[in-house]
């Protein structure tokens, strides 16, 4: 049986690979979505991205985009 993902999510999105696992669902490795600009800053002024879980629209995390390749 071949599984199919569900589409790319509506805005601007770019396909991308994790380079860090971001817990147990998520390990270094999964593809999914990446927004291409910054949702939101921490405390330290580092420009974070939204990155949604190709396989699961629902796991949505935010990373530092040097903990993700564009694919």
Do not use: C
């Not at 199919?4 to 999510?9: A, F, K, L, Q, Y």
């Not at 927004?35 to 796991?59: V, Y």
């Not at 935010?62 to 390749?69: F, G, I, L």
């Amino acid at each position: 049986m071949k599984r199919t993902e569900p589409p790319p999510p509506e805005g601007n999105y770019r396909r991308a690979k994790l380079n860090v696992p971001l817990g147990p669902l998520m390990p270094a490795g999964r593809e999914g979505w990446v927004s291409q600009s910054a949702e939101e800053t921490d405390e330290a002024g580092q420009p974070m991205l939204r990155f949604i879980s190709a396989t699961n629209h629902d796991l949505v995390f935010k990373v530092y985009a040097n903990e993700v390749t564009l694919v």
